[in-house]
């Protein structure tokens, strides 16, 4: 006998998940979420298989994946040429990036504590900080 499986309308995924109803129309129009069954009303009733994939959606964006990455890890995930290892390679290339952004951080929270240093707490007549950003070149 078949399993009856109970279905959710957007609201109470939008509950259940944390992310906003427009966000999860976004994912749908986006192609990430399959588009759910409708009632005659032409309300989406989403069932517990779909909130599974939003749940993996919203936590591999927590993580910083790109919408692209989020679409081939769905693919592997769906058995589409799943391998462990092409998983791994994509997630060694995001942490990569994440360190390689990191490293950009720390370079512009130098140059803005510089700046701010010449700033004598806005005691001065001209301000070091707007003439900072006048100048032509690389931040000192």
Known sequence: MAKIQA????????KRTGCKIETIRYYERAGLLKPPARSQGGHRHYSEAALKRLTFILRARQLGFSLDRVRTLLALADGEGRTCDEVHQITIRHLQDVRAKQDDLKVMEKVLDEMVSRCADGTLPECPLIEELFEVGPPA
């Open 7 to 14: 279905l959710m309308s957007i609201g109470a995924v939008s």
